[in-house]
């Protein structure tokens, strides 16, 4: 199973907009509308922040928002604040019952 | 809260074998999956599998199979992690994470070195 496609980095200025992609296949992401998106912040555990797409757990910002067209996922970021400043990594199941990730994504708040 | 306690960092020669211990808190064990993920020095995030504390049932990834053990102790509510015949390659921070399909709670992490 190959890993998800996600851009290497995206820089934006506080207060702005980003969206970040995830490509996969119709094994993964194309099939399923589990998609989930994790912010790592460094030498920390990852922090779930979108799950099944578009769903946000308890306690995350509204600034964070989730799509999916196709065979790709994307995470939106609003609003940007410094503390956005991370790497982000997108998931997803997939057709042989498993779990693939995303490369990751550095963002950086400018 | 739900937590997620891991045990302590490790160094293995190649050959050998490493365990890994999550102890969960602050939600009925029973009802969730432990999945384990590693993340290589510099690198991106790697699913190993799954195991079901209800039933014990494991999903796990194909490139892992035959050297990766993964079980559930619900009288001690904890999952543990057995990766044998350790190459350099191996060289991580194990997590472990409750869910299948997401992780919404993350241990702390315990890395692990193989090194000759």
């Known amino acids: 199973q190959s890993a998800l496609t996600q851009p290497a980095s995206v820089s934006a200025s506080p207060g702005q907009s980003i969206t970040i992609s995830c490509t996969g296949t119709s094994s993964d992401i194309g099939t399923y509308n589990y998609v989930s998106w994790y912010q790592q912040l460094p030498d920390k555990a990852p922090k779930l922040v979108i799950f099944d797409v578009s769903d946000r757990p308890s306690g995350v910002s509204n600034r964070f928002s989730g799509s999916k067209s196709g065979n790709t996922a994307s995470l939106t970021i609003s609003g940007l604040r410094a503390e956005d400043e991370a790497n982000y990594f997108c998931s997803s199941h997939t057709t042989s019952a498993t779990v693939v990730f995303g490369g990751g994504t550095k963002l950086t708040v400018l | 809260q739900v937590q997620l306690v891991q045990s302590g960092a490790e160094v293995k020669k190649p050959g050998a074998s490493v365990k890994v211990s999550c102890k969960a808190s602050g939600y009925t064990f029973s009802n969730y999956w432990i999945s384990w993920v590693r993340q290589s020095p510099g690198q991106g995030l790697e699913w190993m599998g799954s195991v079901s504390a209800h039933d014990g049932g494991i999903r796990s990834a194909q490139k892992l199979q035959g050297r990766v053990f993964m079980t559930t102790d619900t009288s001690r509510r904890t999952a543990n992690l057995e990766l044998r015949s350790l190459i350099s390659e191996d060289t991580a921070v194990y997590y472990c994470?409750?869910?299948?399909?997401?992780?919404?709670?993350w241990g702390q992490g315990t890395l692990v070195r193989v090194s000759s």
């Open positions: 994470a409750r869910g299948l399909k997401s992780f919404d709670s």
